[in-house]
C-alpha cells in the first residue's frame, strides 16, 4: 500500500473520516513532527548537554571535579532544561459552528475539534499541562489544565461526546476558563467569533492584564468567506433563526466588504492585544496551524 503524503495525511478531507479522535490526533501529530521537546538553555534538567567555562559565582555543584583534577580546566557542566507550558483550549461549540457546506470536508466545530485534539496531544507528548473547555451558551465540558495520565483520554472522549448548539456565550467561557488559570498559561481560542469580534479585544485584554499568553483561531467555512453560490439564496441565523432570502449576486460585493471588515476587526484586535491570530477555512491544511501553535510554544519557553 503506497504512503499517504503528508499534505493529504493533514488534510481536514482525510482526518475527519476519523472517528476517533485519539487515533486523529496520534495520526497528524506523528505525521507532523517526531517530538520537540527540549529548550536548549542554561539549566538544572536531568541531561548532560556540554561544557563551558567555569565563571566565578557558577554553583560548583555543576563544576567537573573529575576534568579539573585530570586536566587542569575549569569546566561547569551544562544542562538540557526541561520546559513545560499550561495550555487551556477554549473551544465554540455553538450552533453556527455547526455549519458545512456542500463541498466543505466538514463542519466549522468537526474542523475546530480535530485543531484541538491535535493540539491536545502534542502538548501531552512534550510533557505539558493541557486542558479543554468547551461552551455554547453554557459550559458544555470544562476540564482544568493537567499532567496526569487521565487528562488527555478525558478531552479526547469529551470531543466525541459534544454536538454544537445554542448561541456563543464568549463572555461566559472566558470568565469560566479563568478560573482555573491560576498561573501563566497559554490560551488557545477556537470559533468563528461571529458577532464577538467588537468585543474581543476586552477578554484578549483580560487574559493579558492576567499574564496569560494567546492564539486565537478563527475558524470559517469557504462558502462564509467568498460566497460563491448565483441562486437565489435563504439566509438563517443558526443562533437566532433569523431568515433573509436575496439573490447572491446582488449582494456579493457588500457580503465581501462586510466580510473583510469582519475579519480585519477580529485581527485588529488580537494585535492589539500582542495575541497571535490565525485565519483558517475549513478546508485548510491543519498542518500550518499545529507548526503555528509549536512556533509560538517555543517562543514562551
Known amino acids: 500500500m503506497a504512503e499517504i503524503p503528508l499534505s ?9 473520516r476519523i472517528s476517533d479522535y485519539h487515533l486523529l490526533a496520534k495520526t497528524a501529530v506523528e505525521g507532523l513532527i517526531s ?7 542554561r539549566g538544572t534538567g536531568s541531561e ?8 566565578p559565582g557558577d554553583d560548583l555543584k555543576y563544576l567537573d571535579w573529575k576534568l579539573l583534577a585530570r586536566q587542569g580546566k575549569a569546566c561547569s557542566k551544562v544542562y538540557h532544561e526541561e520546559t513545560n507550558l499550561r495550555c487551556a483550549i477554549l473551544l465554540d461549540a455553538s450552533a453556527s459552528m455547526d455549519y458545512k457546506g456542500e463541498k466543505a470536508p466538514c463542519s466549522k466545530f468537526r474542523y475546530a475539534a480535530i485543531i484541538a485534539a491535535c493540539m491536545a496531544y502534542l502538548a501531552r507528548s512534550q510533557g505539558d499541562q493541557v486542558g479543554l473547555f468547551i461552551y455554547s451558551d453554557t459550559m458544555k465540558m470544562a476540564t482544568p489544565p493537567g499532567s496526569h495520565a487521565g ?7 469529551g470531543l466525541e461526546k459534544i454536538t454544537p448548539d445554542g448561541k456563543a456565550d464568549h463572555a461566559l467561557a472566558m470568565r469560566h476558563t479563568e478560573e482555573y488559570l491560576k498561573r501563566r498559561s497559554l490560551v488557545i481560542w477556537l470559533s468563528d467569533f461571529q458577532g464577538f ?12 492584564f492576567s499574564g496569560h499568553d494567546g492564539l486565537v483561531c478563527q475558524i470559517l467555512d469557504d462558502d462564509e468567506l467568498t460566497l460563491p453560490f448565483n441562486e437565489t439564496l435563504r439566509f438563517v441565523d443558526s443562533e437566532s433563526n433569523l431568515e433573509i432570502t436575496t439573490t447572491a449576486s446582488l449582494i456579493r460585493d457588500v457580503y465581501k466588504k462586510r466580510m473583510d471588515d469582519f475579519l480585519e476587526r477580529t485581527r485588529r484586535h488580537c494585535l492589539d492585544q500582542q495575541t497571535d491570530y490565525l485565519l483558517a477555512a475549513t478546508s485548510d491544511n491543519i498542518g500550518y496551524l499545529l507548526a503555528a501553535w509549536l512556533h509560538k510554544r517555543e517562543g514562551l519557553r
Open 8 to 16: 493529504e495525511l493533514l488534510s481536514p478531507a482525510i482526518l475527519s
Open 35 to 41: 517530538g520537540l521537546h527540549r529548550s536548549r538553555c
Open 48 to 55: 548532560f548537554m556540554q561544557y563551558r567555562s567555569y565563571v
Open 151 to 157: 487528562n488527555l483520554p478525558k478531552i479526547l472522549a
Open 197 to 208: 469580534e467588537d468585543q474581543l479585544g476586552k477578554a484578549l485584554r483580560r487574559f493579558r
